[in-house]
């Protein structure tokens, strides 16, 4: 693998976000294996290797998910389908931590995907080992049971055909690595361009990309396909940094129920004043309402409640 040092690039990242990628924007392209330094740095900022083996089961399993359209700002489209696992979310009235829907629907590709983790952990651990034992470490606070077999990752994106614009991931562990697989197959284009690193990737099939993607920007550059059955995927693993507050999941099964019984109070119980409303008009709005009482200090029981 060879070793690369790059200058960093002194960038307006305000005129890069959200807009289409383009190799212009970063003319030096990878497309070796390349351990990638920024200026004197010690630790490496990205790796960039290929595989010596063909992944056909993850493959496969890429091409026979469900993808969901998801709009991004300007209007851009994305097609994608998360793994692994996911925090509580109240905005999505998710009230406890969980395996993604994949999991019950496509059960066998959703193995797959999450045992392929353990092959990026290993490249990740042998090509940036001081990153990944930090990564490793600041992880031990998710249980176990929220983790991709013996390996940091929680969770999981696959992309298809996505050019997705700039952007920096968010949500993650802060410093550590995410790490990804390319499947390319009848496409031309489809790169990953780095302008803080001034360098493109030319993600070629089989390929595996690490970089700390919260930190460099990244986007896509436009492909084209040049046959009928032509794809791109793109699988990414992550370790989302709100998966900390994830108890075992007997424990939140137990917590759901509490909230699920809390939230059925609050929606029939009568308003204080009297006035005989429900206090919550939607279970969207009962849900802020539970959080919002498990915010307040408990107050102490006065003498007359306790006898
Ligand atoms: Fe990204």
């Not at 059960?107 to 353990?118: F, I, N, T």
């Not at 009848?186 to 700390?212: A, E, K, Y």
């Not at 004043?273 to 919002?292: I, Y």
Request: charged share 25%.
């Amino acid at each position: 693998m060879q070793e690369l040092r790059v200058k960093s690039q002194q960038i307006d990242p305000t005129a890069y976000r959200q807009r289409y990628a383009s190799e212009g924007d970063a003319p030096k392209q990878i497309n070796y294996p390349c351990r990638i330094y920024i200026d004197d740095n010690v630790l490496p900022s990205a790796v960039y290797c290929e595989l010596d083996h063909k992944l056909p089961a993850l493959v496969e399993a890429c091409k026979s998910l469900n993808y969901g359209v998801t709009h991004r700002t300007r209007g851009m489209r994305t097609r994608s389908t998360t793994f692994g696992y996911m925090p509580r979310s109240p905005t999505y009235q998710q009230d406890s931590c969980r395996v993604v829907q994949m999991a019950h629907d496509y059960p066998q590709q959703h193995a797959v995907l999450c045992e392929s983790a353990k092959l990026l952990s290993a490249l990740y651990e042998r090509h940036n080992p001081e990153v990944f034992v930090e990564h490793v470490a600041q992880t031990k606070i998710v249980v176990d049971n929220y983790k991709m077999g013996d390996t940091p990752f929680t969770s999981g994106i696959v992309n298809k055909d996505n050019q997705l614009p700039y952007h920096n991931d968010t949500g993650n562990f802060a410093g550590v690595w995410s790490n990804m697989f390319t499947f390319k197959g009848d496409i031309i284009g489809g790169n990953l361009t780095c302008p803080q690193l001034g360098v493109t990737f030319m993600l070629r099939d089989h390929s595996v990309l690490m970089f700390d993607g919260q930190s460099i920007m990244h986007g896509v550059t436009p492909f084209i396909k040049i046959a009928p059955e032509a794809y791109r995927y793109t699988v990414v693993y992550y370790s989302l940094q709100r998966m900390w507050k994830c108890l075992p999941p007997a424990e939140e099964i137990k917590r759901a129920d509490k909230s699920v019984r809390e939230l059925t109070m609050l929606r029939v119980e009568p308003d204080a004043d009297g006035g005989g409303k429900l206090r919550a008009k939607s279970t969207r709005e009962a849900l802020q309402a539970v959080a919002a009482r498990a915010r307040q200090p408990r107050k102490s029981k006065s003498k007359s409640d306790a006898l």
